[in-house]
């Protein structure tokens, strides 16, 4: 056997905390021969680190028999459901004595990077360094079983403690419990800040950049979102909750550097204690923690559309970030000068989420920041470096206070305080160094703001910072070494002298201020005038009831198709429904012409709408069709597909009411592929049924003007969705990490180049009214996995490209590359989507019946119009790929462009204009005579360069 393998094995046969606990969801992995002969058991810090915890009952029904075992009597206490908080009392010679309570947790942070783990991180394996490896080794799970078997050693050794000592389990680490804060809260008390950011995540639409947005920073997630909620595991080498031990005797698991390790080094400590027969005077115990989001609002685009970027919220927020992140950096350097955090504000990116939409630019973006203050740094200054960079900034941010805890006491170390002269003369005994240092705030905090003075402690030595981090791990070495300080600490703590404590604990403890502040709320609002007149018609009516009708990507379909049908039935037409995929139907409204063997006119639009969930942004809600002062219909779709729609019902129910003769069959064909691309239409164009329909042009849809003149697109740009995941370092949002390793600052890094770019194609905006001359680039947002301690090793954002019609998708593709390689760091490109605009576009000239059939109704109605590139692709385009002429036309002019934002809404004036528009323009094209109209539709389209 080689000296490593020996080495290895000694250390193993030395782990006497460890107990058989079967664990229902995790198989007992069992220790060496040699340490089951040396205890007469199994591993029982191991089954509690493999515990991920979720759910929470096996945890502490674990904990249970590890008090069983030691014959110490065992607390539950629910404040809420599965938030348990579990006491192990450990009863001292002289129970009247105040008891001495050791804190730590029972829940650890999320591991869900498990194919970046050498080993499960939850398997508790011992390497061939020997550490053990997982999740809570260097936390939660090691120095809860350090206070356990500290005080079971006492315990074995027959030590007499005067004090009662108490392991306190608090299954709150994670999400901050609210009532558990207020149980504990004393009026008397100050503010206190945590401030880092944590990522995005959004839901994904097709062409849409997010109208809201929702990012977080510095968050605990909470307990009831189980570990399968998680899906992309990347960066630990063993799984999380494994609890593997690797090569080098290092325990690896989440939990193994916080709250898992420490449990457990409490119980063992007092196991051995209580086994050793040590007399105890005073009791112990052990405490677990709670979340906060924030919401922000503000104006919303087509994402086809380029803004000026700091005009939007999106843009607004990064110029915020980029003074946080000059701050940040500052106090970065001030921590790579000092050893005490108390000396510098910590300030982290820990994680986030919004709402993802291809098609929409977001009104509504919320960030979280969570920052530990500096003590030479009052809350007042922070808030006012704060409103500085709100102001520098520009736009509209509405700061918000989340959090804050009035005063906050820390405890004295000086001789006056008999707790610290213990806890000073212990490791004196033990002959190892300490230093006093301020510390994150922790359930120690609400502790002492009671009066109750304490101390952090986790007693381990010479070991990497890994606390919630990639491959956690712990050496087992220091792992013993911490079980031997507490039982030296416990036993001092525990025989303090009755005469040498006060009555009143506060005398031991001064007052410092601290500040809990999470904030930065975007918010962009209108003023609405009162109306004195709504107008009642059919028209209106009917809008109004499809407005009413939910059509996002996240709604059933069938309301809105029996909406046609009966629509249809009322008309007497023929209403049919292709069912492209599940809960994405095509719906065909038949109007026949008087001569139905000519080619046949398609007017075609969309049923589904981008989603409008947040609807405390909108002054009415957004599937009301209210009509407000002004004397506009509010809603989503009320600027494109649902009016549009309507309008196209509504000018051949009038048109036949008027008895107006139509040589040609029209259709009209609704679908759902707005949000998620053209697969419907697609799909039914390669079907019989379509083919049958012998369709000669189209008109789709369009976008709306904010101008005089209507605009008519004849030519699509190609859209192209790319997905970037960023990975980097991951740690704990407490402390700096080495600078230009996280994530967010790689995505960062490719975040300004995209923004350099954008504003280099804005720019060439403001100089043509043609989109196919610029590329339309928007971030659309992202996501992560939130957790408030942990800065993120893995960021995944969105950004949609409707490109220039000189730009290829391989010449946007090499852009990116560009970016990713500038910012160093591993970053992985994704492509999500690609909707090519096409090879040809219809002619606009007089050799085009159908153009000049347009042309002549607007001429007729005194309306200029312009050919335009359409700003994205739509299902247009893949009628004009098959062969069809067509053109884009939502007519809607001298109107505030508000497709797919907050509030977006139309005049009515301006509706019946469209009516009227559409009325003239589909009563020319139905009627074009046989003889100017060629047998090959295709005739009327032009070639161009492939935009692919």
């Known amino acids: 056997m080689s000296s490593e393998a020996s080495s290895k094995g000694e250390l193993l046969s030395c782990l006497r905390p460890i107990r058989i606990v079967s664990v229902p969801w995790a198989a007992p992995r069992k220790l060496a021969s040699s340490a089951t002969a040396s205890y007469g058991g199994d591993d029982c810090y191991g089954e509690l680190r493999k515990s991920p915890c979720v759910p929470r009952r096996p945890a502490v029904d674990y904990l249970k028999r590890l008090g069983a075992a030691q ?223 924030v919401d922000c609002y503000g104006q919303s685009t087509s994402s086809a559309f380029l803004s000026n970027v700091n005009s939007t919220a999106l843009g607004v927020c990064e110029n915020f970030y980029n003074y946080y992140n000059q701050y940040r950096e500052k106090q970065y350097r001030l921590s790579l000068r000092s050893k005490d955090s108390g000396d510098y504000t910590v300030i982290n990116f820990v994680g986030g989420q919004n709402l993802v939409e291809y098609n929409a630019v977001p009104a509504h973006v919320v960030v979280y920041y969570s920052a530990y203050l500096a003590f030479d740094t009052s809350v007042d200054d922070f808030i006012e470096l704060v409103r500085g960079w709100v102001s520098a900034a520009g736009g509209n941010i509405t700061l918000s206070s989340i959090v804050k805890e009035k005063g906050i006491y820390y405890t004295k170390t000086d001789n006056s305080n008999p707790y610290y002269v213990a806890l000073k003369e212990a490791f004196n005994e033990l002959d190892i160094s300490f230093r006093v240092r301020a510390s994150i705030m922790s359930d120690t905090t609400y502790l002492v703001n009671t009066g109750i003075p304490a101390f952090g402690l986790f007693p381990v030595l010479n070991t990497p910072l890994l606390v919630n981090a990639v491959n956690e791990r712990l050496s087992l070495c220091s792992y013993l070494e911490g079980i031997r300080i507490l039982e030296v600490v416990i036993s001092r703590l525990a025989n303090i002298a009755d005469n040498k404590v006060g009555d009143d604990p506060r005398k031991m403890m001064n007052i410092k201020i601290l500040l809990l502040f999470c904030f930065t709320h975007v918010h962009i609002s209108r003023a609405i005038k009162s109306c004195q007149k709504l107008t009642c018609t059919q028209e209106i009516e009917t809008l109004r009831d499809y407005i009413n009708i939910r059509t996002t990507r996240q709604d059933d379909f069938r309301p809105a198709v029996d909406f046609f049908k009966r629509l249809g039935a009322e008309q007497g037409v023929e209403v049919t429904v292709f069912e492209a995929n599940s809960n994405d139907p095509v719906v065909i409204m038949k109007w026949p012409g008087q001569k139905p063997a000519l080619q046949s006119i398609v007017l075609l639009s969309h049923i589904d709408v981008n989603s409008a969930c947040y609807e405390d942004g909108w002054t009415y809600p957004p599937f009301s069709g209210v009509i407000n002062d002004n004397c506009e219909i509010v809603g989503r779709g009320t600027q494109a597909q649902k009016s549009l729609t309507i309008q196209h019902f509504e000018a051949l129910r009038q048109l036949r009411q008027s008895n107006v003769t139509l040589l040609r069959t029209v259709y009209i064909i609704a679908t759902t592929d707005q949000t998620t691309g053209s697969n419907g239409i697609k799909r039914f164009i390669q079907t019989k049924t379509f083919q049958d329909m012998n369709v000669g042009f189209t008109l789709g849809v369009g976008g709306p ?71 339309v680039v928007n971030y659309i947002g992202g996501r992560s996995l939130i957790e408030y301690g942990i800065i993120p090793a893995h960021l995944t954002s969105y950004y949609v490209a409707d490109l220039a019609l000189n730009t290829t998708v391989e010449d946007f593709i090499e852009i990116v590359r560009d970016w990713i390689l500038d910012a160093g760091g591993n970053i992985t490109p994704t492509s999500v989507y690609k909707e090519e605009g096409g090879c040809y576009y219809t002619k606009a000239d007089d050799s085009n019946p159908y153009y000049v059939a347009i042309k002549e109704a607007f001429n007729d109605l005194c309306i200029p119009f312009q050919i335009l590139t359409t700003p994205s692709t739509t299902d247009t385009t893949s009628i004009v790929k098959v062969g069809i002429p067509a053109f884009g036309l939502t007519p809607i002019r001298n109107t505030q462009v508000l497709v797919n934002g907050v509030n977006e809404r139309l005049p009515l004036t301006t509706y019946f204009e469209g009516l009227r528009i559409v009325k003239e323009i589909v009563t020319r094209l139905a009627n074009v005579p046989k003889d100017k109209v060629a047998d090959d539709p295709s005739t009327y389209l032009e070639s161009a360069k492939c935009n692919k």
């Open 71 to 293: 014959g110490v009597e065992v607390t539950v206490v629910e404040t809420k459901p599965n938030k348990p908080i579990v006491i192990f009392k450990w009863p001292g010679k002289d129970p009247t004595l105040s008891s001495i309570a050791l804190l730590s947790y029972i829940d650890v942070n999320f591991a869900c990077y498990e194919d970046g783990w050498i080993y499960p991180p939850f398997s508790g394996e011992i390497n061939n360094n020997c550490e053990i490896v997982g999740r809570g080794t260097q936390g939660q799970k090691s120095l809860s079983l350090q206070h356990y078997e500290a005080l079971s050693r006492l315990k074995q050794n027959n030590e007499t403690l005067l004090r009662t000592c108490q392991n306190v389990y608090n299954s709150f680490n994670q999400y901050r419990e609210e009532q558990y804060r207020l149980s504990l809260r004393s009026n008397d008390f100050g503010d206190y800040t945590v401030i880092n950011f944590v990522g995005g995540q959004n839901l994904v639409e097709y062409n849409v950049v997010p109208a809201h947005v929702v990012v977080y920073y510095s968050a605990y997630l909470a307990f009831d979102t189980s570990v399968d909620d998680f899906i992309e595991l990347d960066g630990w080498i063993y799984p999380p909750f494994s609890g593997e031990i690797n090569d080098n005797c290092e325990i690896v698991g989440r939990g193994t550097q916080g709250q898992k390790c420490l449990s457990l080094l409490h119980y063992e400590a007092l196991s051995r204690l209580k086994q050793n027969n040590e007399t105890l005077l005073r009791t112990v115990y052990m405490i677990l923690t709670s979340v906060i989001r």
């Open 705 to 775: 003007s904010g101008e005089q003149e209507i605009f008519l697109y004849n030519r699509f740009k190609t859209q192209y969705v790319i997905r970037l995941d960023c990975y980097g370092q991951s740690a704990t949002s407490a402390i700096y990490p080495s600078y230009n390793t996280t994530a967010a600052e790689f995505c960062g890094y490719v975040l300004q180049a995209y923004n350099k770019y954008r504003e280099q194609q804005y720019n060439l905006s403001l100089k043509t009214r043609d989109s196919g001359d610029y590329t």
